[in-house]
């Protein structure tokens, strides 16, 4: 059997409250042996990595989610700071980024977090992880004006031009979910140029569950299904698939 890394996905959310120790066994038995849990605000962070502490192939990240933006405290950043460098299981700061399709916060405070969390990267030498949404030309602009030789990744992703070209010019790294799977995915192009070792793969769980699980509630034991997905556009193999964004995920987290 393949092994896989399901590279970002939601452990701490309410959805699995009941289950997540069978959910956890599930994945094993499906060969998802590595995971990262991802943080939306500080104390969905300082809950991930209690989730993740004493667990083998299990890490997480520190940040504040474009959506939480507007009721971050004015010290957050630092928080994330004292919390990532202190901690070898916290292996990314995010997620982050922009959302201007729900608009949860306000744009100009999306803007500052998003460019206090690349600075905080940058500083810590720890990958960035970015949530993009209906804000391509705002995205590029921030990859721009980061710090040299900040790394991270576009999560999810399912499209963007103007951010893509900026990300794999940064020699960042571009993720994509169950979303592959749909028909209504337009992003095969852009899947198509994202060179093999910058390639991730995730569930986003427990939201977009992929073919032939849509409508259920999304697990990392799924993330084979996204490598099948992605497979099939790269008209290649899925456990070479799940192979290779396991060495890249593995090489992006600074982890084993």
Request: charged content about 25%; glycine content about 8%; proline content about 5%.
């Amino acid at each position: 059997m393949s092994e896989y890394f399901d590279s970002h996905c939601h452990l701490t959310a309410a959805a699995f409250s009941g289950d997540l120790d069978e959910t956890l066994l599930r994945a094993l038995e499906n060969g998802v042996t590595r995971w990262v849990t991802i943080a939306s605000n500080f104390e969905d962070a300082q809950e991930a990595l209690t989730l993740v502490k004493d667990r083998p192939g299990a890490w997480s990240t520190a940040g504040v989610h474009p959506h939480e933006a507007g009721e971050a405290p004015e010290d957050v950043i630092e928080q994330i700071r004292k919390l990532a460098s202190t901690q070898e299981k916290v292996v990314a700061i995010g997620e982050t980024g922009l959302d201007f399709y729900y608009d949860n916060a306000p744009r100009d405070v999306q803007r500052r977090l998003f460019a206090a969390h690349l600075a905080l990267g940058s500083e810590l030498d720890l990958p960035v992880v970015v949530h993009a949404r209906a804000a391509d030309g705002d995205i590029a602009e921030a990859l721009r004006s980061m710090p040299p030789g900040t790394s991270g990744v576009l999560h999810c992703f399912t499209g963007g031009a103007l951010a893509f070209q900026e990300a794999l010019e940064a020699n960042w790294y571009i993720s994509f979910s169950g979303i592959a799977s749909f028909k209504s995915f337009e992003a095969v192009e852009l899947l198509r140029a994202v060179p093999k070792d910058r390639l991730l793969i995730e569930t986003d769980s427990p939201y977009l569950a992929p073919v032939p699980q849509r409508g259920k509630r999304n697990e990392p034991g799924y993330v084979p299904y996204v490598a099948e997905a992605v497979a099939c556009h790269l008209k290649s193999d899925p456990i070479e698939i799940g192979r290779l964004t396991s060495e890249n995920a593995c090489r992006f987290y600074g982890v084993r």
